[in-house]
């Protein structure tokens, strides 16, 4: 089954650009099936959506966060990223990548998670 | 505050059933599909129920979703000590053109 792995630098300061990798194992990003979702939890706080890419590069964001926030896709490298800008301290969370199965909707596998902290 | 209603949390013993209900709206819960993610502490969400009552393959029969309207409820039977976590309900919402959380349940088997 897919497997997906996030790497990020684990601390970004106040003002700067977070920036994560989402690596895709036993599976494609440039599969027809399945989007590229991006979700976070703040500690001790519940998930919030960021967003979804396609293979294709559409996208969708969470409005609270799309003016700082893009997702892109790498197909020659199998991985997808998250970019938000101007962080805060209220960025810091854990972040998750994971595939949304559009025609069902629904997420169906999850990574790890990666601590994401803003702090000077 | 979150787009998706859910109780804080629910309790109950060993064996017996709860539910856990997620109240949304018409551009949500009652025109897309509704999923669950089980959190177990210190780990990822993982994918419960789908398409309001489909379960992913080794999920246990005691897991069950169902949708009525504008909400949504997990029912789970003989309740184990494992099954201590938080739960999350999820949807599509069409006004907001974007996916949508519940604020989540804590479980605790007493």
């Known amino acids: 089954q897919l497997q997906l792995q996030e790497s990020g630098p684990g601390l970004v300061k106040p003002s700067e650009t977070l920036s994560l990798t989402c690596t895709v194992s036993?599976?494609?990003?440039?599969?027809?099936?399945?989007?590229w979702g991006w979700i976070r939890q703040p500690p001790g706080k519940g998930l919030e959506w960021i967003g979804n890419?396609?293979?294709?590069?559409?996208?969708d964001y969470n409005p609270s966060l799309k003016s700082r926030v893009s997702i892109s896709i790498d197909t020659s490298k199998n991985e997808f990223s998250l970019r938000l800008s101007s962080v805060t301290a209220a960025d810091t969370a854990v972040y998750y990548c994971?595939?949304?199965?559009?025609?069902?909707?629904?997420?169906?596998?999850w990574g790890r998670g990666s601590l994401l902290t803003v702090s000077s | 505050q979150s787009v998706l209603t859910q109780p804080p949390s629910v309790s109950a013993a060993p064996g017996q059933k709860v539910t856990i209900s997620c109240s949304g709206s018409?551009?949500?819960?009652?025109?897309?599909?509704v999923s669950w993610y089980q959190q177990l502490p210190g780990t990822a969400p993982k994918l419960l129920i789908y398409?309001?009552?489909e379960r992913p393959s080794g999920i246990p029969a005691r897991f069950s979703g169902s949708r009525s309207g504008t909400s949504a409820t997990l029912g789970i039977t003989g309740l184990q000590t494992g099954d201590e976590a938080d739960y999350y309900c999820?949807?599509?919402?069409?006004?907001?053109?974007?996916?949508?959380f519940g604020g989540g349940t804590k479980l605790i088997v007493l």
């Open positions: 994971a595939t949304y199965y559009g025609s069902g909707s629904f997420y169906q596998y």
């Open positions: 036993s599976g494609s990003v440039s599969s027809d099936t399945y989007y």
């Open positions: 890419i396609y293979y294709r590069g559409t996208t």
């Open positions: 018409s551009s949500n819960i009652a025109q897309n599909f």
């Open positions: 398409e309001h009552n």
């Open positions: 999820g949807a599509w919402d069409s006004s907001l053109s974007g996916w949508v």
